[in-house]
């Protein structure tokens, strides 16, 4: 089904947003904890 295809590429794009999103905002917190 297409709806399922385009539904999959949302999550995972939402996915890869939100692990990149993630793992920024440790940097900043461990920069500022140096």
């Known amino acids: 089904m ?5 539904s999959t590429e949302l999550l995972f794009n939402l ?4 692990q990149y999103y993630g793992i920024q905002r440790l940097i900043r917190h461990s920069n500022t904890f140096k």
């Open 15 to 18: 996915f890869r947003h939100l």
């Open 2 to 6: 297409i709806l399922t295809k385009i």
